[in-house]
C-alpha cells in the first residue's frame, strides 16, 4: 500500500487515481478513501489528503496578438475551473449541473 498521488471522480460515489507507484487506486467514496488514508498511517505511512483539489490563486495568461476577433475569457476563472470538465479541478457533473440550474454560466462569461 502506498500513497495516492491523484484522485478524480468517475461516477456518483466512485473515485479513482494512481498511488506514487503509477499503479491504480480506486474507492467507493471519499469516506472509503479516508479510511485507506487512516490505515496508512496508522501503520507508519502518513499520506497527504488530494481527494480536495487546490485550484491555484493564478492562472497563467497568455498574450495573442491582436486579430480582430472577439476572444472570450472567464469572468471569474477560479470559479471558471471548478465547473469545466477539461479543467483538473473539475468538482464533478452533479454539482456543476446544480450550478448551471442557479444560472451559473451568466456570470461565467465577459
Not at 5 to 20: A, C, F, H, R, W
Not at 27 to 45: M, N, S, V
Not at 46 to 70: H, Q
Amino acid at each position: 500500500m502506498s500513497c495516492p498521488q491523484n484522485l478524480y471522480p468517475i461516477s456518483t460515489g466512485m473515485y479513482v487515481g494512481k498511488d506514487e507507484n503509477g499503479k491504480p487506486v480506486q474507492f467507493k467514496g471519499i469516506p472509503a478513501y479516508r479510511e485507506y488514508l487512516a490505515k496508512l498511517a496508522a501503520g507508519g505511512h502518513p499520506c497527504p489528503d488530494v481527494s480536495m483539489s487546490v485550484i491555484p490563486a493564478e492562472f497563467k495568461t497568455e498574450v495573442t496578438p491582436f486579430t480582430g476577433f472577439l476572444e472570450f475569457k472567464p469572468a471569474n476563472p477560479h470559479q471558471q475551473a471548478m465547473y469545466s470538465a477539461m479543467s483538473p479541478y473539475w468538482v464533478g457533473w452533479t454539482e456543476t449541473e446544480a450550478a448551471f440550474g442557479r444560472d451559473l454560466n451568466k456570470s461565467l462569461s465577459r
